[in-house]
């Protein structure tokens, strides 16, 4: 695949290019940094792979995520409303229609023409910037080891409560939720250590979610599209009554975008387009359970997570998060 894209002009780099005795992870920011464009291939080693999660995650918040699957596996949660290309049945070769619609995408996403040699940059649309007020705003959050739920879907919930996720520790991070032990953990721990930034364990960052949750539908816009568990009127009814406004398309003004099942190609290409949040079924009814708990998923619709916890934080856990009396 490489050679298939190289001959297109394009200049590519990946982990085999990073020379001998150069810092693994150096190498590969610098790469990324200078990405015009991040083409992730799903494998049934991919999936498994915390490097790839954090190369994909870089590509999809930059906009300038290409997905494509080389092997019949399941999309990893968070990426599946991405149109991914489908080259598990190709071999090799550039004329294939698979292989094709990927030198699209990258032509069309990098705005570079295939062989082209001017040198002339095309910038990217500007996007729609969205503050989300959710109790965490500002705050820099890392995470050191393995959670329960992939480090995709922890970031998507900071971002819910107006937190931002950092993969490095360093004197501006507010705190570092700790994990089972993975080969980055206690490089992590050490620098906040270094730099005395509090360390928290997932059962407490699941308390300080289900805390903020409650405060993240005050003033926001929110479209629902597909099937959900329940009615569209009585989520809207709940929205309604925690201080949001419920509409039917989207606009340069909305919020939420949450999806169901068989959801709107239109719904979420406006999504795409006027950088609208979208919340899948799972979290969606994460959040508002903590608001009502007639709003629940039955048992067997709930997906593989740890359950959240909702009651007795202790006071200085509180003091740790804000550094004040909770």
Not at 3 to 23: A, F, H, T
Not at 93 to 98: I, L, N, P, T
Not at 204 to 213: D, H, Q, R
Not at 281 to 310: A, V
Request: positive net charge; glycine residues 6%; aromatic residues 8%.
């Amino acid at each position: 695949m490489v050679k298939v894209l190289e001959s297109k002009g394009w200049s590519v780099w990946w982990d085999k290019n990073i020379p001998p005795g150069e810092r693994f992870i150096k190498a590969i920011n610098e790469a990324l940094d200078n990405a015009k464009c991040i083409v992730v291939l799903w494998s049934e080693n991919s999936i498994k792979s915390d490097w790839v999660f954090e190369e994909a995650l870089e590509g999809k918040n930059r906009k300038i995520l290409i997905p494509a699957k080389i092997d019949s596996v399941e999309i990893p949660f968070g990426f599946r409303v991405n149109h991914t290309v489908n080259l598990s049945r190709w071999s090799r070769g550039s004329s294939a229609a698979s292989i094709q619609e990927l030198i699209k995408a990258i032509e069309k996403l990098a705005k570079v023409p295939v062989a082209s040699t001017g040198s002339k940059k095309v910038a990217s649309p500007k996007l729609i910037k969205r503050k989300i007020t959710g109790g965490l705003d500002g705050k820099k959050i890392a995470i050191a080891g393995r959670l329960s739920e992939n480090q995709q879907v922890n970031r998507e919930k900071m971002e819910l409560v107006g937190a931002s996720f950092t993969n490095t520790v360093s004197a501006t991070t507010d705190f570092l939720v700790i994990g089972t032990k993975t080969t980055t953990k206690e490089t992590k721990r050490q620098a906040a250590k270094e730099h005395s930034v509090p360390e928290i364990s997932e059962q407490e960052w699941l308390k300080l979610l289900n805390k903020m949750y409650s405060q993240i539908l005050k003033g926001k816009t929110i479209v629902f599209t597909g099937a959900l568990h329940h009615k569209r009127s009585e989520l809207e009814s709940l929205v309604k009554k925690h201080g949001a406004k419920p509409t039917g398309n989207i606009s340069s003004k909305t919020d939420f975008l949450v999806v169901g099942k068989n959801p709107s190609d239109i719904k979420l290409q406006n999504a795409r387009k006027f950088n609208t949040r979208i919340i899948d079924e799972h979290l969606w009814y994460e959040i508002i359970t903590t608001l009502d708990k007639r709003f629940s998923l039955p048992e067997e619709s709930q997906p593989d997570r740890q359950e959240s916890i909702t009651r007795g934080q202790p006071r200085r856990f509180w003091q740790k998060i804000f550094g004040t009396r909770a």
